[in-house]
C-alpha cells in the first residue's frame, strides 16, 4: 500500500493515558474515523513509561493491520525542559547542539544521562527552548510502532505542540500553561523571548497556585498580560482574576484522544 494513503495513526502518551486515534488523509485536514483509549499504571521499579508501552501494544492490537506513519504527542511527564539563552558565538547546528546538551546537563544533573537533546531553532538573538527525552524511550516508541507495522514518523513534546498551535496567541510579556493530570508546565515570555520553563508534578495541588508561583518567580516586576491556558487535565472552570488573567483554550471537542489529537483536528 501506498504510504501516500495509508492511514495516518496518531497517539497521545501519558503515565496513566494512552490514546491512539486513526485518521483519514485529506488534502487539507485529516478526518478522524476511529479512537480508542487505556488507561494504565506505572509499575514500581520500572520507567515511569513501562506500563504506557504496554497500553499501546494492547490498542495497536485492535488497529486493523496496515501501514502509515504514526505521530505520537508525548506528554510533559516524559519531557524535560531549559531555556537556552542566546550566545552568538554558537554559529554551526554542531554547536548548538553541544551546548543545549550542555544546559540540560547543568540544570538536571546525572539524571540528564541517557536522554537524547534536542533545541529548538531560535531567531536571532533570541534565547531556544531545549527537551530532553529518555533515549530508551524513544528507541522503545520506534521499536513497539513499527512492531505493528507503522513508521514513526515524528515525537512532539506537548509543551512544544501547545507552543507552536498558540504562539500567535502568546503576548511578548506573557506565558503558556499546559495542565495535565498530576503535573504543570509553565513557559514565561519576556518581549517575545522565552524567560524560563517549569514542569511540576501538581498531585492534590492547585494548578493555578502553581502557575502564580511561577510567574512570581520568573517575572516578578513585570507580570505578564494574560496566560494562555490549555488543560488536558481534569475538567474544571478556569475563572480569570486580576491577579493571574487566564484564557483558556480548547481541546479537540467530542474527541476521547484529547491529547493524541491536539493541534491536529
Given at each position: 500500500?501506498?504510504?501516500?494513503?495509508?492511514?495516518?495513526?496518531?497517539?497521545?502518551?501519558?503515565?496513566?493515558?494512552?490514546?491512539?486515534?486513526?485518521?483519514?488523509?485529506?488534502?487539507?485536514?485529516?478526518?478522524?474515523?476511529?479512537?480508542?483509549?487505556?488507561?494504565?499504571?506505572?509499575?514500581?521499579?520500572?520507567?515511569?513509561?513501562?506500563?504506557?508501552?504496554?497500553?499501546?501494544?494492547?490498542?495497536?492490537?485492535?488497529?486493523?493491520?496496515?501501514?502509515?506513519?504514526a505521530t505520537v504527542v508525548l506528554s510533559?511527564?516524559?519531557?524535560?525542559?531549559?531555556?537556552?539563552?542566546?550566545?552568538?558565538?554558537?554559529?554551526?547546528?554542531?554547536?548548538?547542539?553541544?551546548?543545549?546538551?550542555?544546559?540540560?546537563?547543568?540544570?538536571?544533573?546525572?539524571?540528564?544521562?541517557?536522554?537524547?537533546?534536542?533545541?529548538?531553532?531560535?531567531?536571532?538573538?533570541?534565547?531556544?527552548?531545549?527537551?530532553?527525552?529518555?533515549?530508551?524511550l524513544l528507541a522503545a516508541l520506534a521499536?513497539?510502532?513499527?512492531?505493528?507495522?507503522?513508521?514513526?514518523?515524528?515525537?512532539?513534546?506537548?509543551?512544544?505542540?501547545?507552543?507552536?498551535?498558540?504562539?500567535?496567541?502568546?503576548?511578548?510579556?506573557?506565558?503558556?500553561?499546559?495542565?495535565?493530570?498530576?503535573?504543570?508546565?509553565?513557559?514565561?515570555?519576556?518581549?517575545?523571548?522565552?524567560?524560563?520553563?517549569?514542569?511540576?508534578?501538581?498531585?492534590?495541588?492547585?494548578?493555578?497556585?502553581?502557575?502564580?508561583?511561577?510567574?512570581?518567580?520568573?517575572?516578578?516586576?513585570?507580570?505578564?498580560?494574560?496566560?494562555?491556558?490549555?488543560?488536558?487535565?481534569?475538567?474544571?472552570?478556569?475563572?480569570?482574576?486580576?491577579?493571574?488573567?487566564?484564557?483558556?483554550?480548547?481541546?479537540?471537542?467530542?474527541?476521547?484522544?484529547?491529547?493524541?489529537?491536539?493541534?491536529?483536528?
Open positions: 500500500m501506498s504510504l501516500l494513503w495509508s492511514e495516518p495513526v496518531r497517539i497521545g502518551l501519558s503515565p496513566r493515558r494512552v490514546e491512539l486515534a486513526r485518521l483519514r488523509p485529506g488534502l487539507r485536514r485529516h478526518a478522524v474515523v476511529g479512537e480508542n483509549a487505556r488507561d494504565c499504571v506505572p509499575e514500581d521499579g520500572q520507567p515511569m513509561w513501562t506500563g504506557a508501552l504496554e497500553a499501546l501494544d494492547a490498542l495497536l492490537a485492535d488497529r486493523t493491520p496496515g501501514g502509515g506513519g510533559n511527564h516524559f519531557v524535560r525542559y531549559a531555556v537556552l539563552p542566546w550566545n552568538p558565538e554558537l554559529v554551526t547546528a554542531a554547536e548548538f547542539a553541544v551546548a543545549a546538551a550542555q544546559r540540560i546537563q547543568l540544570t538536571y544533573g546525572d539524571a540528564a544521562r541517557g536522554w537524547e537533546v534536542r533545541a529548538s531553532a531560535a531567531e536571532w538573538g533570541q534565547a531556544g527552548i531545549v527537551c530532553a527525552i529518555d533515549a530508551a521499536e513497539h510502532v513499527g512492531r505493528a507495522g507503522l513508521r514513526l514518523v515524528s515525537v512532539e513534546p506537548l509543551l512544544m505542540k501547545a507552543f507552536n498551535t498558540l504562539r500567535r496567541e502568546v503576548a511578548a510579556d506573557g506565558a503558556l500553561a499546559v495542565v495535565e493530570a498530576g503535573r504543570v508546565c509553565v513557559g514565561v515570555f519576556s518581549q517575545g523571548q522565552w524567560l524560563s520553563v517549569m514542569s511540576r508534578r501538581c498531585d492534590g495541588a492547585d494548578p493555578v497556585r502553581l502557575i502564580a508561583q511561577e510567574l512570581a518567580l520568573a517575572a516578578p516586576e513585570t507580570p505578564p498580560g494574560r496566560v494562555e491556558l490549555l488543560n488536558l487535565g481534569p475538567d474544571r472552570a478556569w475563572a480569570p482574576s486580576p491577579e493571574l488573567p487566564l484564557r483558556t483554550h480548547a481541546t479537540p471537542g467530542g474527541h476521547s484522544c484529547r491529547l493524541a489529537l491536539y493541534g491536529s483536528v
